[in-house]
């Protein structure tokens, strides 16, 4: 086991942000290929992407930490921005992971600590706790599409943070990419200067190495105090099920040995470090000593999940805690949807999974929940709906559990007669309404960068949502950005994929909560066989509430098997049925086997079944069996 300590001079901490599908994982690749992080043999594409949804889809869902070795050799010719002045070197100078380095001039061995994050706008808080933990990003653009919606708003979660910003043109490969286009438009945005922009092809190599240099030459060292008392970011977590909870940290004063006792501040859980070491492609490397400045993990071999917090600082326990460390905003989930197990007995397997999940995704916000029909699950806030995909497709995947998502739903501010105002995040909590005063609903900013061919249909489509246009900018290249505001819940279904779908794929989305405002809205319950089904319940509003009724009644008439009886559909508000369907039982030709006589036999065998049929409506209602496609079809506005 090694010890790795570094003098901080050479000691480089970065991000990669960037739209979804900008390539930030191919880059990723090439980096850690190019600074023999990863062997060649054992080279994959998105290598950092360790989950088999991310695989799938070809996204990042999770941020991944990595880090590099690199030997930096500064050439004859000055580099294109002035070097940034290294810090005075450190008597604690000591790394047995090479020979020779050193913090004499610029040239030398450099530690690089890679942070690889989402693109899309439902995992924004992975990019921001990505953010905390470095001090300098690489901002890349496609080429070919140019800047997106989530470009910009990662440019602005960076600039808060003061981050230096490395601007990279990629997939320069490509026949159909702009470079000028693309360099005119990050001038433009950032301010940077023509030169300062680097191109490059993650896929190729093209110009990798240069942006290695780069990373050295422009990003800051870490400033940390080594003598300081220690304190240490907790950025990311997971639960391994022999060590206990597994922390990512970011060592920012002090130092994380293994086997000495430290304190978390926030959650006041105290823990001896059982183990300590760096994150590389191939695994964890243990270590003994994780130095000022360095990222890496600790094993804390905590049972108790609630004893490590993302967001919360470590430090070395006394008297006198230092500072806590800034750590992260309280992230506020918009979108909510009930969680429930179609197995009863699932429960208790459901809870455990939803705690190992949260250490994971700390975006992820739930509670306990009853449902009379669906019985014990949870009430899940969540980011998105890709967020609440994600999560679903993850308990199945990782914890074999079969589950039933209710109707998603917005959170909404009930203002009562008597003054109180009350959060409701399920419409089952929808008090009486003689008791409401008034109903408010989150409205959201939106910025949408797409062609200047494709504005009147985006508008066309945002007036049908109810958005309310503020303004349009213009970007180089016959691109231009819309500012509209619209109420949240018209985005959180199917929006994003109407917007795709009106502009070839084109255009990009990104939005931001801004306040909430009155909202003219309706409890519909949907009723199967005279029973209502929690999981279908939402509030709509007020003049939708028959197309929207008339809709989920189609689709479940299509989606629900027949059965030996004929099975009710209804949409009702208040009380009042506003649209109905009705699936036709299955008929057996009870005739078939007369062969004469009188009419009445055949009368008195059709009566028959009718009396049977209708006994078997009444023993049935309530217990027609759902299936769980039903439930996904219904989600969508459009079936």
Not at 178 to 192: F, N
Not at 443 to 454: L, Q
Request: charged share 25%; with cysteine; hydrophobic share 40%.
């Amino acid at each position: 086991m090694g010890v790795i300590m570094m003098d901080q001079a050479h000691i480089r901490n970065f991000c990669i942000i960037a739209h979804i599908d900008h390539g930030k994982s191919t880059l990723a690749d090439r980096l850690l290929e190019l600074t023999g992080a990863v062997d060649k043999r054992n080279m994959k594409a998105q290598i950092l992407d360790s989950m088999d949804i991310e695989r799938e889809r070809g996204i990042t869902i999770k941020l991944t930490p990595a880090r590099m070795l690199y030997e930096y050799a500064p050439s004859a010719t000055p580099p294109r921005q002035p070097p940034l002045a290294p810090p005075p070197p450190s008597p604690r100078l000591r790394w047995t992971g090479w020979e020779g380095g050193g913090s004499e001039g610029r040239g030398g061995k450099y530690v690089l600590n890679l942070i690889d994050t989402p693109g899309h706008v439902d995992f924004t808080y992975e990019v921001s706790r990505s953010l905390a933990a470095v001090e300098g990003a690489i901002l890349l653009v496609d080429a070919t599409q140019g800047v997106q919606a989530q470009t910009i708003g990662n440019l602005y979660l960076a600039l808060e943070e003061n981050l230096e910003i490395i601007p990279v043109i990629n997939k320069i490969d490509l026949p159909a990419a702009d470079i000028p286009a693309r360099t005119q438009e990050l001038v433009s945005l950032i301010g940077c200067k023509p030169e300062e922009i680097l191109a490059v092809s993650g896929k190729t190599g093209q110009g990798v190495m240069e942006l290695l240099d780069a990373i050295v030459e422009r990003i800051p060292a870490p400033k940390g105090s080594e003598t300081a008392p220690t304190r240490a970011l907790i950025f990311d977590s997971f639960y391994d099920d022999y060590r206990g909870v597994m922390a990512y940290v970011r060592v920012v004063d002090g130092s994380l040995q293994k086997g000495k006792k430290v304190k978390m501040i926030a959650t006041g859980a105290d823990i001896q470090v059982l183990e300590t070491g760096a994150l590389t492609p191939g695994g964890l490397k243990p270590a003994d000593v994780l130095e000022t400045g360095q990222i890496g993990y600790i094993v804390t071999g905590l049972k108790e999940l609630g004893g490590c917090r993302v967001g919360d600082t470590i430090t070395t326990p006394s008297e006198h805690f230092p500072p806590a460390l800034p750590g992260y905003k309280v992230v506020k989930p918009m979108v909510f949807a009930g969680v429930f197990p179609q197995e009863g007995d699932d429960f208790h397997k459901l809870r455990e999974a939803m705690e190992r999940l949260k250490l994971n995704d700390s975006a992820l916000v739930y509670e306990s929940e009853h449902s009379p029909a669906l019985g014990f699950g949870f009430r899940c806030g969540l980011l998105g709906m890709l967020h609440l995909e994600i999560l679903k497709e993850r308990l199945e995947r990782e914890f074999d559990i079969n589950l039933v998502v209710t109707v998603p739903s917005v959170a909404y501010e009930v203002v009562m007669r008597r003054g109180e105002t009350i959060v409701i995040k399920s419409p089952l909590e929808l008090p009486d309404p003689s008791h409401i005063e008034v109903i408010r609903e989150p409205w959201v900013k939106v910025d949408i960068v797409t062609p200047s061919a494709y504005i009147g249909a985006i508008m066309q489509l945002l007036q049908e949502r109810r958005g309310t246009y503020e303004t349009t900018e213009y970007l180089a290249g016959d691109r231009a950005i819309l500012h509209y505001q619209i109420p949240l819940a018209m985005i959180i279904v199917d929006f994003y994929d109407k917007l795709k779908s009106i502009t070839a794929g084109y255009a990009s989305l990104n939005y931001e909560v801004i306040d909430y405002r009155a909202a003219d809205v309706v409890k519909m319950d949907i009723l199967v066989a005279e029973e209502a089904v929690d999981a279908f319940s939402t509030l709509v509003y007020r003049d939708e509430a028959q197309s929207v009724g008339r809709r989920v009644t189609t689709v479940l008439k299509d989606s629900i098997p027949r059965q030996n009886f004929v099975i009710k559909l209804q949409a009702s508000v208040g009380g009042k049925v506003v649209a109905s369907e009705r699936i036709s039982a299955m008929r057996k030709d009870v005739t078939a086997g007369l062969y004469g006589g009188d009419v009445t036999r055949k009368r008195k065998l059709l009566e028959k079944q009718k009396r049977g049929k209708a006994k078997m409506a009444a023993i049935g209602k309530g217990h027609v069996s759902i299936p769980t496609d039903a439930y996904l079809k219904v989600l969508k506005r459009d079936s």
